[in-house]
């Protein structure tokens, strides 16, 4: 390949990495279920009670992150709210929220109830939980 043959083979590499990128099939990201949801406030809800019993974000966010060890070796479909990337920042999220913006256990566990319940589709269009 001559010089100029290889300077247009490298400046088309860009335009063929978007190009197999685009092809890839679309992530598809956890579909949330109410039960989850449920859990899922509980959790909010204990990690601001333990908030109001002393502990610290990095203590509880250190728990978290173990937590989160542990689950990965775990296959998706057999974990309890974390199945991918997105489930994850979901909820640390809402556990940085508990410790930085702090409210009540309750008001916390209603903020993850409906922001996960939105998510999740299971949020009528009236505004009332189905469950």
Request: glycine share 4%; charged share 25%.
């Amino acid at each position: 390949m001559n010089h100029t043959g290889l300077l247009c083979f490298f400046r088309s590499v860009p335009v063929l990495l978007a190009l197999s990128i685009l092809s890839l099939p679309p992530a598809i990201a956890h579909e949330l279920s109410k039960q989850e949801c449920m859990e899922g406030t509980d959790y909010i809800r204990n990690a601001a009670l333990s908030r109001e019993q002393g502990m610290t974000e990095s203590a509880f966010m250190d728990v978290f992150d173990n937590d989160l060890v542990m689950l990965r070796s775990i296959p998706p479909s057999l974990r309890w709210f974390v199945q991918d990337e997105e489930d994850t920042e979901f909820l640390r999220s809402a556990l940085n929220e508990v410790f930085r913006l702090p409210a009540t256990p309750d008001q916390h566990a209603r903020n993850f109830a409906e922001a996960c319940l939105l998510r999740s589709g299971e949020w009528n269009v009236n505004g009332r939980m189905r469950i």
